[in-house]
């Protein structure tokens, strides 16, 4: 009992010549054929050449060491509530500037990398700034500096910056702000060649070159530059949680630090770059083909019918099995 392995169908040609009415019809049919799916395609979807594409990846960051944090509130002078600002830092550059205002904390920070993938996940940062007698805190802000890098698709290395605050009405001993780091593009990433480094002249407070001016250690002036940029990272702090003071001296007579914690998350997220002329050909390509099957089908449907009634004047020969030299033909 033989079963069937394979089966191929056998053709019905139609010959005309090529000055004739059925010539043209069939060259148009396939001209159609060939045409008709590219503009379909064309027209339908956002655009038919992929000018932007997404992938996900978590970017890899390092803490610079540079920090720059204020602390706003009042202190009491002979009875009477002033103004007065605190300012800590991580640079002694940053800190030669601030006379009087400049104030020594403890600064800690601590990478975490949970699945051991060398990228951090979480980054935990606590300035403990010591108060003294009189004075209450009603604002606080940080700064703190990142490098961010981003290596599977898109190749770039940047400077980024982070920045936690809030003002209470209420004289405060602690800040806690929990947040994720989020990737902002204005513009997509290049996805070829080596590390793109888009800022690379112009870095974020960096004394390395020159001599940093009291200017350029103002928070407008870092923001203002920083969002001045393509591509930035934001911290969208979710949750903030302002403690009170105790406002009195602790048993050994010494006033409490003000504790500011700062938490940063990096997620994976959406990175948009700019896709590679083969990725560009090759998406083209698929809708095109995609279209054209079915397109293909329909003609291919009508010119039979067309050819078959000899809607259009042909000649008709059916090939049968015997034309075929070592050919064995059995009927059904
Ligand atoms: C932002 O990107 C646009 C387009 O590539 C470019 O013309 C512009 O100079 C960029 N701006 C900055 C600050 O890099
Ligand atoms: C500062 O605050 C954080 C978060 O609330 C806490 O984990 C940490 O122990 C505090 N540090 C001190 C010295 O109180």
Redesign the pocket.
């Known amino acids: 009992m033989a079963v069937e392995v394979y089966h191929e169908p056998l053709c019905r040609r139609y010959y005309a010549s090529r000055c004739s009415c059925a010539y043209f019809f069939f060259l148009l049919i396939a001209l159609v054929g060939l045409i008709l799916p590219f503009f379909l395609a064309y027209t339908n979807v956002p655009s038919f050449w992929l000018k932007t594409h997404t992938y996900r990846e978590q970017p890899s960051i390092t803490f610079q060491h540079k920090v720059l944090g204020t602390l706003q509130g009042t202190k009491q002078i002979r009875g009477i509530d002033r103004q007065m600002q605190i300012v800590f830092s991580s640079m002694t550059d940053v800190e030669n500037l601030y006379g009087p205002e400049l104030r020594v904390c403890n600064l800690q920070n601590i990478e975490l990398d949970f699945n051991r993938d060398g990228v951090t996940d979480e980054f935990h940062f ?1 300035a ?1 700034c010591p108060l003294a007698k009189g004075e209450t805190i009603l604002g606080a802000s940080v700064a703190t500096f990142f490098r961010t890098k981003l290596s599977s698709r898109a190749r770039v290395d940047f400077d980024s910056l982070a920045i936690a605050e809030h003002r209470d009405g209420m004289g405060g001993g ?1 800040l ?1 702000v929990d947040g994720d780091y989020i990737l902002k593009q204005k513009w997509p990433f290049r996805a070829k060649g080596g590390y793109y480094l888009p800022y690379k002249r112009f870095p974020l407070l960096d004394p390395s070159d020159h001599k940093i001016k009291l200017q350029e250690t103002l928070l407008p002036n870092i923001i203002f530059g920083y969002r001045n940029r393509n591509n930035t990272l934001d911290y969208v702090q979710q949750y903030k949680v302002w403690t009170p003071s105790p406002g009195v001296p602790d048993n050994h007579g010494a006033y409490a ?1 003000f ?1 500011l ?1 700062m938490v940063l998350r990096v997620p994976q997220q959406d990175v948009l770059y700019t896709p590679t002329a083969s990725e560009v050909l090759k998406d083209a390509w698929l809708k095109y083909l995609a279209i054209f099957v079915v397109v293909k089908y329909l003609l291919e449907f009508f010119a039979s019918f067309v050819a078959y009634n000899q809607l259009v004047d042909t000649t008709m020969r059916v090939e049968t099995p015997h034309e075929r030299e070592g050919v064995k033909a059995t009927s059904l």
């Open positions: 606590t403990l602690s806690f630090n504790n914690t």
